[in-house]
């Protein structure tokens, strides 16, 4: 039985939900508890290949020629809603079995940004397959196994959607419709499960969002062991710096020379750099799958290719270039 803690983010495009998995990520840093930011789709090699594929279609794949039968299938076409569940169906397969049960096993705390909730709002609510077929699949991807705690950012997709500047991705392209009933949708789940979910009212500016995240997590790690070195949040930062400052005050009285605070301020920020990434390095220990550093690099990537535009022809070339550096 694996010790770790599993929690997922969910809610429409730009509701905050990367947002608060890396405030999470730095929260938990700070008590000495060991996280593993990750999403969906997208959270291991193959799962970057099948993000591109559902989230551009075929447009990401442009030198491959598509060909049905006898007939040529136009390359535009959309994939069938079928084929976009069984692809998310796939990522999560993988995901599961490459990143998030090796950590739970570790005794992680896995913060997922997006999970089988997704499938069930955007496949079902939004394409309107059936709903215990797509639960079902995605718990057989995921072999059953289902986050402890869900928060759920809600708000309304056209706020949310003011929020996000970039080119709309296949999902993103749908109309306002499909997004207020994956919204709706979103919200009964919540509703079925209330004991994983809580529902948290993403239409507040971050740092409130944060504030109600923060509180529960308090509780539910309450009993999670501290294993690695307490990270220095930006408050302990800043009051070390202030004593910093008024201890080169008192040297500046007597030696009134101005190059040893710069010193004094440059090595301790280097150090604490330093430190960051040697404990995510060593202590996290998630070298042979996906650590950290990686994830965020994945993450970085991909939304810097959103940035190029959707139907470049290096995006296709610049997810196998992602999964180059994933292996
Ligand atoms: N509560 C909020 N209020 C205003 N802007 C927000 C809020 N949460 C996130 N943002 C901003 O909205 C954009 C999308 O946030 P992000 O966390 O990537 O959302 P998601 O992962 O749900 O798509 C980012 O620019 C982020 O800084
Ligand atoms: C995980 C998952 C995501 N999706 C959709 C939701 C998003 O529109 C898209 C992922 O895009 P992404 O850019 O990661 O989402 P966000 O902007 O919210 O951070 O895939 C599904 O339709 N089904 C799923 O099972």
């Known amino acids: 039985m694996s010790s770790g803690l599993f929690i997922s983010f969910e809610g429409v495009d730009g509701a905050g ?22 999403r969906e789709p997208g959270g291991t090699p193959a799962g970057l290949a099948i993000r591109e594929l559902v989230l551009h279609g075929m447009a990401a794949f442009p030198s491959i020629a598509v060909t049905g ?21 796939a990522d999560r397969a993988e995901h ?16 997922c940004d997006r999970y089988s909730d997704s499938s069930i709002a955007y496949q079902s609510g939004g394409r309107k397959l059936d709903q215990g077929e797509v639960s079902e699949l995605s718990r057989w991807a995921a072999q059953g196994l289902k986050p402890a705690r869900t928060y759920l950012l809600d708000v309304d997709p056209l706020q949310s959607h003011d929020r996000v500047n970039d080119e709309p991705d296949r999902m993103e392209a749908e109309g306002d419709d499909f997004q207020s009933q994956v919204r709706d949708a979103f919200l009964l789940l919540a509703q079925q499960e209330p004991e994983r979910f809580v529902i948290v009212d993403a239409s507040r500016p971050i740092e409130e969002v944060w504030q109600t995240i923060q509180a529960d997590l308090e509780t539910l790690t309450a009993d999670m062991p501290v294993n690695i070195a307490p990270v220095p949040d930006d408050e302990e930062l800043a009051d070390s710096s202030v004593e910093d400052e008024s201890d080169d005050d008192l040297y500046d009285d007597e030696s009134d020379d101005e190059s040893d605070d710069e010193a004094a301020d440059d090595g301790s ?6 430190e960051d990434t040697d404990e995510d390095d060593a202590d996290a220990g ?6 950290d550093a990686e994830s965020d690099d994945i993450l970085d ?3 810097n290719e959103e940035d190029g535009g959707l139907t470049s022809e290096s995006s296709a070339d610049a997810a196998a270039s992602q999964l180059g550096q994933g292996q």
């Open 286 to 291: 998630l070298d042979d799958d996906m650590d």
């Open 301 to 303: 990537d991909n939304v």
């Open 269 to 274: 920020d280097d150090d604490d750099a330093d």
């Open 17 to 38: 939900k990367t947002t608060q998995a890396q405030r999470a990520h730095d929260f938990l840093q700070t008590k000495g508890m060991r996280s593993l930011v990750t």
């Open 69 to 89: 039968g006898t007939d040529v299938v136009d390359a535009s076409d959309d994939l069938n809603a079928r084929t976009e569940a069984l692809l998310y169906a």
């Open 96 to 111: 599961v079995a490459q990143v998030i049960e090796p950590a739970l096993e570790r005794g992680d705390i896995v913060l």
